[in-house]
């Protein structure tokens, strides 16, 4: 059987890998498959299809789905998020028309079309997926809680293939650069501006106390979407409590001279492609994962616990799903129910490094114990020999 696994790159070899969704969604649970190749979706619409199975991501446009069973060929569909994007979320459409707006407002052409682009995208995504999942042979996604509202919502049975981290490939390793500070590090992506202000009352108490404020630096993914600017200056206060030298190297928005945060309460990381993301890490002794409470976040993966995990850092948590059912509290993380208990958590752990070490060293053994890729390998050979 060959099964060719469909991206968003452009291009050749790790070109083809466009985001994390690529990489843990579609490459990395079927790279150990016999004959599985890689491919980009813009080419094979053009393309001869001579493989028997296709693995697709529901972001992809209908007529690939399409194009695929006219041909008489088996489709494996992988949802990787909750298809309804609640009114609060950047993408949803109220909130891009907004930004239409503003850009139109200040005739900004270039974000006018970027934003319309988006906009029809984002609008097509749950009529896209309701109408898909009709047409494909299997369906799987990344948690059981994302597994019930597609048995839910279409009556089909996902098979859950979890999200995992083979070092082989990534650069997630256990390797740390050194520091005076004990480093929490928030490495997220896009619109994480919610769930960071759940911590941020324990950033300014850590901030404003002056027996660990010489000891922690925080350190945080960055790049030019305006969602990481807002995080920035959540950590910054806006940008009110910096060294005018580092002040003015933060706004220049240069990539060089990331050495120059070294010393200072906060730190920003440029953020890499997926598959040299976990470089990061190297500079994270404490991983941040706050998580607003809701059924659309509740549908994430538990993929920032994993990386935490991989890369033996210790951890706060928000004790909601997708990372409840996985923690225990001074075993494997330190747990949060509430905003209070971040500075309480960030005060422990800056002054207990035997705490640190051991829920690190917890973390990495039931990471790797319960998201590894032989099971992700089990679960996507089970779905290939249904077919």
Known sequence: MKVTVLTNGFGKDRELIANGMDLYRLYMPYCRIDGAQIASKHDILNSPLDS???????AHPIELFTKIKEAGKKIILDIDDYWKIPTWHQLHHKSIKGRIEHATNLKNDEAVRYFTHQLNEVSEWEKQTKEVVKIVDAVTCSTETLARHI??????????????????????STNKQPSRFTRFGFIAGMYRERDAALMFNGVRSAYQNKHIRSKVQFVNSFNLHPSFTEVERMFTFNYTQLPDFYRDYLKSFVREGNHI??????????????IDYGVMYEEVDVALIPMEHGVFNSCKSELKLIEAGWTKCAAIVSNVLPYAPHLKHNVNALVCNDKEGWFTAILRLTNDKELRERLANNLHDYVREHFNQNKAHEKVTQVLNTL
Do not use: C, M, S
């Open 151 to 172: 048995k839910n919502e279409y009556g089909i049975e996902a098979t859950v293939v979890p999200n995992t981290i083979d070092p082989n490939i990534t650069k997630f």
């Open 261 to 274: 945060g070294n010393q200072q309460f906060y730190k920003r990381l440029w953020a890499k492609d997926a």
């Open 52 to 58: 028997d199975v296709y693995v697709i991501n529901r």
